[in-house]
């Protein structure tokens, strides 16, 4: 069982990624269309409540060996780096689009799709690139 | 003062592979590469374990650099 670290790390992987993507393409969408709910407003977050559920189930299924392999020291130091960075964007991204409204340079109805998704993507992007592919 | 690991060295000669010597110390075999690599630094139970998994001290693997 101990080897199953390695499927569900990259299931882990996989299933943030995804959700990272869709984040910023949701994100991105907004700023392209003008609208705040260009597709249903329920996709970001479908995909981060499939994610916890996938990695939390995979992780119960491999073992406590498998799941304590996957979620190591170095990934525990590397996830709270990328915490850190999550955090201090999405504090940044307060007065950062504080000031694109007062410009008028966005409205305000989409400053709430937009950073609600870029929140999730500013954790979830730096924990895919730092935590990696398991080999 | 930076640490110096001759990790690498005693993994080879003990004839195991990375993924091996993680299985040993229940860790991914990325963090014995990034040990290795000098990327990461290992806790003091981490180096612990990986010397008794080698058979030899936490000495022989870590010393810092004069």
């Given amino acids: 069982m101990a080897r199953h670290y390695v499927l569900i790390g990259r299931i882990r992987f996989l299933t943030m990624a995804l959700t990272a993507g869709i984040c910023l393409i949701y994100a991105l969408l907004v700023l392209v269309s003008g609208k705040p709910d260009p597709i249903s407003p329920w996709w970001p977050g479908a995909f981060g409540a499939a994610t916890a559920i996938i990695i939390f189930l995979s992780f119960r299924v491999a073992g406590t060996q498998a799941a304590d392999m996957a979620m190591d020291e170095r990934y525990v130091v590397q996830d709270g780096l990328a915490h850190r960075i999550g955090y201090w964007s999405a504090l940044f991204m307060y007065p950062l689009f504080g000031a694109l409204m007062a410009l008028d340079l966005i409205p305000y109805y989409l400053v709430f799709p937009l950073m609600g998704c870029l929140t999730a993507a500013a954790y979830l992007i730096p924990q895919v690139i730092l935590t990696g592919w398991e080999r | ?66």
């Fill in chain 2, 1 to 66: 003062m930076d640490l110096i690991n001759h990790l690498k060295d005693h993994r080879k000669k003990a004839g195991l592979t990375q993924a091996e010597l993680a299985v040993k110390v229940e860790v991914s075999r990325k963090t014995i590469n990034t040990i290795e690599n000098r990327v990461f630094v290992p806790s003091t139970t981490l180096a612990l374990k990986l010397a008794g998994a080698l058979g030899v001290s936490v000495h022989d693997l870590f010393e810092l650099e004069k």
